[in-house]
């Protein structure tokens, strides 16, 4: 919380000074408060020179060079600066309640051309297609009424990894080589447990929940998760586990391997939830949203994962199957697995599902009023500098939204004026 101060622009001021703090030198101060207010300003574009154009207009391109090298050149630990705006938010959204889920997510950024760090063709979920576009695995602390991000990360490509050329180029360092997703997410949660943040079950999509690996690797760090599924993941219906290992026969090393046989078999899970009883369903409401109560028909049964058990020694333990079916859809919608306790309630199991919707806000906000995916430079330094700034603006923001009860919207920004005639670099003059 910000020591007692009671204008927005006095915790502004002090806001300013904790991140001043980490920033490293004292002349990074000035271009971080340009860089900072350039995005909480209202204004359609959040590239460098707009924002320079609407801080100081009367010295355009000074200010634009000042920020441009604060944001693409200067050594700054982004990391540092994402941390103490995380702490900052978190100290108001705990007013609220506490944390709630800790949410892996990834968002795509479109990009034209092939020289900006990351670019591939790739799945982008903002254009829900495959495009040319980078991708960032972020990971967000969920509570009751709000969320804020707390790690920020760039996927980079197989292709990108290896290419030396173009690491050099776009100034990938040394030590960054290729992690899938989910490898990254597991680190991002390494690094958070080390700062010892209040711990959560961890939520993913069916990107992340797909990968038995990642499951079993939340385990291991001692989180419990929400994860989604495709509906073609196989399970063992309540009640059913794999065959035991073949009796040895006292002639080489005993057989250790689960069994399966054409009539002892796991089942996709969509099947499985297609063929619960009708008094299996319940409809639950699970948030009040600006569309209205939003509520649907679910179901939750105890299973077992069947994923190449038939190579371990051991059944996988025993979670919980979550499944979606409204009313007007032909068979179930969404699938996830929990490995919530025993005695978690369907209401608190659909309430941890569904709280991924706060972080998909998070985002669309992120680019539509902070402008998180209109950074125009090419280097790793810069896309991670633009994006740590990014958050720290949404975290602010969402802290003062925090102080109100209850919280608000991030779309009362207006626009702001431009000088008379300013028109950015590169774009064509008026007919």
């Known amino acids: 919380m910000a020591r007692g101060l009671s204008s927005p622009g006095a915790r502004f001021e002090d806001y300013l000074e904790r991140l001043g703090e980490v920033i490293g030198h004292a002349d990074r101060r000035e271009p971080l408060r340009a860089y900072l207010s350039g995005l909480l300003l209202p204004g359609e574009r959040k590239s460098v020179e707009p924002m320079a154009a609407r801080i100081e207009p009367g010295q355009v391109c000074a200010r634009h060079q000042s920020m441009h090298h604060f944001v693409a050149e200067a050594p700054w630990d982004e990391r540092e600066i994402v941390r103490v705006a995380r702490d900052y938010a978190l100290g108001q959204m705990e007013r609220h309640g506490p944390v709630m ?5 990834d968002t795509g950024i479109p990009k034209k051309g092939s020289h900006s760090v990351g670019v591939v063709r790739q799945y982008c979920g903002q254009l829900g297609k495959q495009e040319n576009c980078q991708v960032a695995v972020a990971v967000s602390l969920a509570g009751n009424v709000m969320s804020v991000p707390a790690a920020w990360r760039l996927y980079l490509p197989e292709g990108w990894a290896s290419d030396r050329v173009r690491r050099e180029a776009a100034g990938v360092p040394r030590e960054v080589c290729f992690r899938k997703k989910w490898e990254i997410a597991l680190e991002e949660v390494d690094l958070l447990l080390a700062d010892d943040l209040p711990k959560a079950p961890l939520v993913a999509d069916a990107g992340y929940g797909t990968v038995t690996a990642f499951r079993d690797g939340v385990l291991a760090r001692g989180l419990s998760y929400m994860v989604g599924i495709p509906g073609e993941t196989t399970v063992w219906p309540p009640g059913q586990e794999p065959l035991a290992a073949k009796r040895w026969t006292g002639q080489g090393r005993p057989p250790k391997r689960l069994r399966r046989s054409p009539t002892h078999k796991p089942v996709p899970a969509s099947v499985l939830a297609a063929a619960l009883p009708s008094e299996a369903w319940q409809q639950v409401r699970w948030r009040e949203g600006t569309r209205g109560t939003q509520r649907s028909r679910f ?20 979670e919980w199957l979550l499944a979606e079916w409204p009313l007007a859809e032909p068979q179930p919608t969404k ?3 929990s490995s919530a306790p025993e005695t978690a309630t369907l209401e608190e199991l659909v309430r941890l599902a569904k709280i991924r919707w706060r972080v998909e806000r998070d985002f669309e906000e992120l680019k539509e009023e902070l402008g998180l995916d209109h950074y125009e430079g090419r280097s790793w330094r810069g896309f991670h500098h633009h994006g740590a700034l990014c958050l720290a603006a949404y975290a602010f923001l969402a802290a003062e939204r925090a102080r109100l009860s209850p919280p608000e919207p991030l779309a009362f920004l207006r626009a702001a004026r431009l000088p008379k005639g300013f028109r950015p670099r590169g774009s064509p003059p008026a007919a």
Do not use: Y
């Not at 889920?101 to 997510?105: G, Q, S, T, Y």
């Not at 179901?299 to 025993?318: N, T």
């Open 101 to 105: 889920a800790w949410v892996v997510d």
């Open 335 to 337: 699938l996830w697995f």
């Open 299 to 318: 179901a939750a049964v105890r299973v077992r994962a069947a994923h190449r058990d038939h190579q371990r020694s051991r059944p996988r333990p025993i």
